[in-house]
């Protein structure tokens, strides 16, 4: 059982990543599932989350209108679209799902 997250890289402010979370050994779809992220030296805060019930989402307010979580049941896995980053997003993302903790995986938003 276990999250395996992808997809962090160096982009300067203004691009964008997608971040994914493959789950293993269990169904992602049967729960709620969500992005963190933590700095050096801060706690690890969320950024957003999705419903396994009815598909609500979740923002934290300083990714509104900007990141775009997701899922796809059918190939278990989680996505999180950021776009127009800037570099207060610099930091390591994790994926969780009830309580299970992706390794992270790290996004530096600099030019």
């Known amino acids: 059982v276990q999250l395996q997250a992808c997809g962090g890289g160096l982009v300067q402010p203004g691009g964008s990543l997608r971040l994914s979370c493959v789950a293993s050994?269990?169904?992602?779809?049967?729960?709620?599932v969500a992005w963190f992220r933590q700095t050096p030296g801060k706690e690890r805060e969320a950024v957003s989350c999705?419903?396994?019930?009815?598909?609500?989402?979740n923002y934290a307010d300083s990714v509104k209108g900007r990141f775009t979580i997701s899922r796809d049941n059918a190939k278990n896995t989680m996505y999180l679209q950021m776009n127009s980053l800037k570099p207060e997003d610099t930091a390591v993302y994790y994926c969780?799902?009830?309580?299970?903790w992706g390794q992270g995986t790290e996004v530096t938003v600099s030019s």
């Open positions: 969780n799902s009830d309580g299970l």
């Open positions: 050994g269990f169904t992602l779809g049967s729960y709620t």
């Open positions: 999705i419903s396994s019930k009815d598909g609500s989402t």
